[in-house]
């Protein structure tokens, strides 16, 4: 089941595109006294499409919609969007920072946050602004028609980490949690088997937690820039893997057998306190860039669509299954060492 659950969210993660978004906007800002055009690139679109039908563009400021006077396509990710002169008044507009929305028939809808700002006339009897709304304006939304993950600004296509990432954390923080336990069993029946389902329990959510740190730094240096930042999540993180290779430091550090499960089974005791202090007490306390904490929405609330449902699910259960598949296979190991010891 592991490995089919990861080879169905591998090739799904390499498989499924992203949806259409709009990924440059020139120029960035314009003013109320004449007509623009804008030149938008788009992403995953396709314009040249036969089957696209009837494209429409729209500035949208709070729940008003301004069409496009005129388009003209380019390719099938670029188009010339044309804006004129009307009759709104620029006092009535909810925001100088406007939306650009798209629609058709094969892309669907898609759109650019504050993708444009107005730089509003210092001429005092200026009535208008290059915005109109003529009538009633037919604003329509479509579903684009296939399957694909959200097209998200900063994001774009490391979005698709979101399977490898988030789930290695999820390993970690289970196993961690898995061998309390058999600390605690060892220090209240002094079985030696406990302490070796501890130990192994801790070298795999190692493991797994180093590559939740190499899978995020690459996140970060395509989200945020920097491989690091000084962020209470990336430090907490850091702090809670080096609290486990601590964990392995001081086993090694202690040759006799009985004592050192002890030590080792009370440190591993106080270390779970430590690790949920770091890694999810302190970051939702302080702010950070991280989604989830620091009043960061996570994912499971903006972007967890559907489509990133269908594999970011599986691959949480593919990848515990195999944290737990690693310890099995480690933990027979060092018990047939045992006995052959014996």
Request: glycine share 8%; hydrophobic share 45%; net charge positive.
């Amino acid at each position: 089941m592991c490995v089919i659950l990861l080879l169905y969210v591998v090739l799904g993660s390499y498989m499924v595109p992203l949806s259409p978004g709009i990924s440059k906007v020139e120029p960035l800002s314009i003013r109320p006294d004449s007509i623009y055009s804008l030149e938008l690139s788009c992403y995953h679109t396709h314009f040249k499409n036969p089957g696209v039908g009837k494209i429409q563009f729209w500035f949208k400021s709070g729940n008003d919609y301004f069409p496009a006077r005129e388009l003209r396509i380019l390719s099938d990710n670029k188009i010339e969007a044309k804006f004129g002169v009307g009759s709104l008044q620029q006092d009535s507009l909810k925001s100088t920072n406007f939306d650009i929305v798209g629609n058709d028939d094969i892309d669907g809808t898609f759109a650019l946050r504050e993708g444009i700002t107005l730089i509003k006339s210092t001429q005092p009897d200026s009535a208008s602004t290059l915005l109109a709304k003529t009538g009633v304006v037919e604003v329509v939304h479509n579903k684009h028609q296939f399957l694909a993950f959200p097209y998200r600004e900063i994001l774009y296509e490391s979005i698709r980490n979101t399977f490898f990432h988030v789930p290695m954390w999820f390993v970690m923080t289970a196993l961690v949690f898995f061998s309390l336990v058999f600390s605690v069993l060892y220090l209240n029946k002094g079985n030696m088997r406990y302490d070796i389902y501890s130990h192994q329990s801790i070298v795999v959510a190692l493991v797994f937690g180093i590559c939740g740190l190499a899978t995020g730094m690459v996140w970060a240096k395509n989200t945020w820039g920097h491989y690091w930042v000084n962020d209470p999540k990336l430090n907490g993180a850091a702090v809670g893997v080096m609290i486990y290779a601590a964990y392995l430091v001081l086993r090694g550090s202690i040759d006799d057998e009985i004592k050192r499960a002890r030590i080792a089974a009370a440190y591993n005791i106080f270390s779970i306190v430590i690790f949920a202090l770091f890694i999810y007490i302190i970051p939702r306390l302080t702010d950070s860039l991280h989604p989830g904490n620091g009043g960061n929405p996570a994912f499971s609330k903006y972007d967890l669509d559907s489509s990133l449902r269908m594999f970011f699910y599986p691959a949480c259960i593919g990848w515990i299954l195999l944290g737990f598949w690693i310890f099995s296979i480690l933990a027979r190991m060092q018990l047939i060492k045992q006995k052959q010891e014996l």
